[in-house]
């Protein structure tokens, strides 16, 4: 018989297996944050209808990669969402693959404490299946009260005020997509003059509508990394970019991209972009992944007080992502779709991130897409994580109970209040 028995005294965990012992440091938990507010900086829409799902519905969007069984006579393309679709998993990945995922397993064990059910995956989505049958929307405000998720930054096109922002039972603030229009624009205007001038309408409008940032894909859509175009040189590549030419495309996209950098100075609104992995591996040059080829664009003066919000804190150059919001004062790191895919590991991310990077510029974010529940297991990795990591600084001597428990309200949500001039709590 194999056994393995854990026996805690005092700091020294003695993990006994097959007789034999082996010794382990282990620290106190210090802090318990799980009744703190939490702000989520990025989410995508949830499905809040009334419905039955099944396992690959229920557990397959945890899986960020490609499917092993895509289907049948469609060609491979990185950017088709069909490749990483849950109704693709093929039986025997989502039994060895995506059960077997680390953040799958805490969600399991968190849901099934959660509805008091077995901890499998199969008995959580049978007590899910019921509340969803029954009332999906009070299901969903029932997570949201129990992790007290006071607010969402949500990532949608649609326009303010459209009914579909009623899928959350929390606040709500939107931003604006900006890569549709810039190649809206490209196709419809006559001058890169005219380009700009409509994009700057367009974003000045969005603003008084009340979006509260903006949204966009630099890196994963152009094949050079971030540098200063000026009007001009955008203007001599125009009629090229109209007629379809990708590296003309490329720099009008910088110029707007530029332009809109300065209007942040003015205006006051922060860009989420993209930095490390999201998901799939979709980048043209994957090297353009990494938070630091920001360097050269933000060097150049001109943008020395340009709001940068990098999401998915550079993963897994997180250390650099650290380092960029240190070396910077207008950059700040998100850490949605981070959180909480890489669970297991999320202490050490989130020291990481800590590390270099002042603790004031750091924010939480899900990431989440169709299921609430997504939304409600990263308020719980993020919380419990915090406490981990709140528990080694002080015990290390780094900190005292009181710099780490407002340091955790700051992560929490106390950072993203202030970046965004809001007052909830």
């Known amino acids: 018989m194999f056994a393995i028995l854990p026996v805690c005294f005092g700091k020294q965990l003695i993990v006994k297996i097959n007789g034999g012992k082996f010794a382990k440091e282990a620290f106190s938990m210090l802090f318990d944050f799980s009744g703190m507010p939490f702000f989520d900086d990025h989410t995508h829409l949830l499905n809040v209808t009334n419905r039955e ?6 557990i397959g969007p945890f899986n960020h990669g490609y499917v092993d069984n895509p289907p049948e006579n469609q060609p491979f393309d990185t950017n088709v969402a069909g490749n990483n679709r849950p109704q693709d998993i093929s039986d025997e990945m989502l039994e060895f693959t995506v059960k077997n995922l680390g953040v799958v397993k805490f969600f399991t064990k968190s849901m099934s404490e ?8 199969e008995a959580v989505l049978a ?4 509340r969803s049958l029954a009332d999906m929307v009070a299901y969903t405000k029932s997570l949201y009260q129990d992790q007290q998720i006071i607010a969402e930054v949500v990532d949608a096109p649609h326009p303010m005020g459209d009914p579909a922002m009623d899928c959350f039972p929390t606040k709500v603030f939107r931003l604006f997509q900006t ?10 205007c006559d001058s890169y003059q005219e ?12 603003l008084k509508e009340g979006f509260i940032g903006v949204k966009c894909h630099v890196l994963e859509v152009n094949r050079t990394a971030p540098h200063y175009v000026d009007a001009t040189d955008a203007q001599r590549v125009y009629y090229a970019a109209k007629k379809g030419d990708l590296a003309a495309i490329e720099e009008v996209y910088y110029a707007i991209f530029c332009h809109m950098l300065l209007m942040t100075q003015q205006l006051g609104f922060p860009v989420h972009l993209h930095t490390g992995l999201t998901g799939k591996m979709t980048y043209q040059d ?10 050269e664009l933000l060097n150049d003066k001109r943008f020395y007080r340009s709001h940068l919000m990098f999401l998915h804190a550079g993963y897994p150059d997180v250390r650099a992502a650290s380092c960029m919001a240190q070396s910077y004062p207008n950059v700040w790191v998100d850490l949605a779709q981070v959180m909480p895919w890489e669970v297991v590991n999320m202490p050490s991310i989130i020291e990481d991130l800590m590390g270099f990077a002042s603790h004031g510029k750091i924010t939480l ?10 939304n409600w297991i990263t308020a719980k990795v993020a919380k419990q994580s915090l406490a981990v990591v709140m528990s080694r600084a002080v015990e290390s001597g780094f900190m005292t109970k009181e710099q780490a428990v407002y340091t955790a309200e700051c992560i929490l949500f106390r950072n993203a209040q202030r970046l965004y001039h809001l007052d909830l709590v």
């Open 53 to 58: 799902i099944n396992l690959r519905d229920y």
């Open 114 to 121: 959660f509805f008091g059910c077995d901890c499998t995956p």
């Open 195 to 206: 380009c700009e001038d409509r994009f700057d309408a367009a974003l000045r409008q969005a």
């Open 365 to 374: 974010g899900s990431g989440a897409h169709g299921h609430p529940e997504i």
């Open 179 to 188: 890569d549709g229009l810039v190649y809206r624009l490209i196709r419809t």
């Open 127 to 130: 007590q899910r299946n019921k």
């Open 286 to 295: 994957v090297n353009l992944r990494n938070p630091l080829c920001f360097c």
